[in-house]
Nanobody
Framework: QVELVESGGGSVQAGGSLRLSCAAS????????MGWFRQAPGKEREGVAA???????WLAASVKGRFTISKDNAKNTLTLQMDSLKPEDTARYFC????????????????????WGQGTQVTVSS
């Protein structure tokens, strides 16, 4: 059974940090492109970060320099380290997976992903 389960969300003050994890079962994360997406109330889901099978990464301009995406192949887990959080980072964060080849920047549209977790809420207060 294929499943993605996010964890690590919470409430922090601006400038704080959170580390999100996405535990995969039925996948070997090293063999898939994985992405983090977020959706704020009333807004469309947007790409935040993506990583391909060679561990090349893409980050949205709004989070570049603050967020880091990585895979822990030993734990079969995708992570998103979020530092210097801002109130505008408040959203529900989802991980997703798909087969892919090449540049992770080509896989930043939520419509390109077929498998999703249930999400974890991140709330940043000013």
């Amino acid at each position: 059974q294929v499943e993605l389960v996010e964890s690590g969300g919470g409430s922090v003050q601006a400038g704080g940090s959170l580390r999100l994890s996405c535990a995969a079962s039925g996948y070997i994360v090293s063999n898939y492109c994985m992405g983090w997406f977020r959706q704020a109330p009333g807004k469309e889901r947007e790409g935040v970060a993506a990583i391909n099978t060679y561990d090349s990464t893409w980050l949205a301009a709004s989070v570049k320099g603050r967020f880091t995406i990585s895979k822990d192949n030993a734990k079969n887990t995708l992570t998103l380290q979020m530092d210097s959080l801002k109130p505008e980072d408040t959203a529900r964060y989802f991980c997703a997976a798909r087969e892919c080849r090449g540049n992770p920047a080509l896989y930043t549209n939520p419509a390109q992903y077929t498998d999703w977790g249930q999400g974890t809420q991140v709330t940043v207060s000013s």
